[in-house]
């Protein structure tokens, strides 16, 4: 039985920024009633027993628990490297003191753009001058920093400048991550999804840049499933090296996992050992049994682990099925077809704000008759990718 080597910690969805591309769940109602801080210092105390060294803490923004401090100097207590994954927005000196005595490892800060206008629109809030504030403080109280910036066709031909604040921040590390097409990404996709022309102007920037500050900022690239021929391999393999535990103590074996109709995984019913080793949702798509053609007889499938799970679900509708990115999915027609859509710039990102309603009122959406946001296409369990046609945007979440 593998261990796991990291534990991301979603410690609450509620954000101030509202990003198009964002990750978290398209229904928050049922991520209300959050771990609470005794709840969450026994997870980590469980995922230590279990092997895990790296504790990732994350949301929607962590910096809104209050808590935070509490749980992070618990960890730092267990032996844990804990590291922050936050928008920057409410990294107050303070605060930033506080995580620092607590014993908080690493700061990983989010940035839209290169330029306020931008990454505010992108952002949904004024946020780009408080982002910069944040990063700065970083570097002041001696943490790495890395800077994350999600990369997408609005965004993308910015590289070279963003990559030119980053070293003006003294970025430490630079992750330039592609949208990958889960939550509210997948809903607004074909607002999304760069072009192939878009893609081959960074990756020259990006070399370029590597070159030049070798040694110096080290500068991570991750291109968009789509464009790629064969599948990454999603989380290293399904339950093989992270588990990821949503605010409401649901387990999974990667942060998009909660959109498959799978049994779920709750730390507040079971042991985090019980759920990694035993519980039928890990053990489901572990190894390499559970493959169907041509995954089965592949050379590459203790390599990408027929693909993600999640994305096979999203675009065929059935998560068992090979990840249609490989060009050797029967449904990879799926993806070709999303390509050429971004190629011909059929779509563009609207940027107006979404009515931010009171919580209390929001209504749940009905239902989904297929895969969020497809159409079957006939008999069997093919599904067309139909993403909406506006942008829309994560409604804010207890703030």
């Not at 109602?29 to 959050?34: A, K």
């Not at 990063?135 to 990559?163: I, M, S």
Request: some cysteine; hydrophobic content about 35%.
């Amino acid at each position: 039985m593998p261990r796991p080597f990291g534990l991301l910690a979603e410690l609450t969805y509620a954000c101030p920024l509202h990003c198009p591309y964002c990750s978290n769940p398209l229904d928050l109602g049922d991520y209300r009633r959050e771990l609470s801080t005794s709840e969450w210092q026994r997870v980590l105390a469980e995922a230590r027993q279990l092997g895990v060294l790296q504790l990732h803490l994350s949301g929607g923004e962590p910096l809104l628990r209050r808590d935070l401090v509490t749980i992070v100097h618990g960890a730092s207590e267990l032996g844990l490297y804990t590291n922050l994954i936050t928008s920057g927005i409410g990294l107050s000196p303070e605060r930033a003191e506080q995580l620092r005595e607590a014993g908080l490892g690493h700061v990983q800060i989010s940035l839209q753009a290169d330029e306020a206008a931008l990454s505010d629109r992108i952002a949904g809030a004024r946020s780009f001058e408080r982002k910069l504030a944040a990063a700065r403080l970083v570097k002041e109280l001696g943490w790495p920093l890395t800077l994350n910036v999600v990369l997408h066709r609005h965004n993308l031909d910015r590289v070279a400048d963003v990559l030119d604040l980053a070293r003006e921040l003294e970025a430490d590390r630079v992750e330039l991550a592609n949208t990958q097409y889960y939550g509210w990404a997948w809903r607004n996709r074909q607002a999304l999804l760069p072009s192939r022309e878009q893609l081959d102007r960074a990756e020259a920037v990006v070399r370029a840049a590597r070159e030049r500050w070798r040694g110096r900022m080290e500068i991570v690239y991750v291109l968009p499933d789509y464009y790629e021929r064969y599948p990454k391999p999603c989380m290293g393999g399904w339950g093989r090296r992270q588990l990821t535990v949503a605010p409401n103590g649901d387990a999974f074996p990667c942060p998009a996992a909660q959109v498959l109709p799978l049994p779920r995984a709750n730390v507040r019913e079971h042991p985090l050992a019980w759920i990694w080793e035993r519980s039928p949702l890990f053990q489901r798509f572990r190894g390499t049994d559970w493959m169907p053609e041509p995954c089965r007889s592949c050379a590459r499938r203790e390599l990408d682990f027929g693909g993600c799970r999640c994305q096979a679900f999203l675009l065929t509708g059935d998560a068992a099925r090979t990840d249609p990115v490989c060009h050797l999915s029967p449904d990879h027609g799926l993806v070709i077809e999303a390509v050429r859509a971004a190629d011909e710039g059929r779509r563009s990102l609207r940027v107006a704000p979404v009515p931010r309603p009171h919580p209390e009122r929001r209504s749940r959406p009905a239902p989904p008759s297929g895969p969020p946001g497809g159409r079957r296409r006939g008999p069997g369990q093919r599904f067309d990718p139909q993403p909406p046609t506006p942008v829309d945007r994560p409604r804010r979440e207890g703030v």
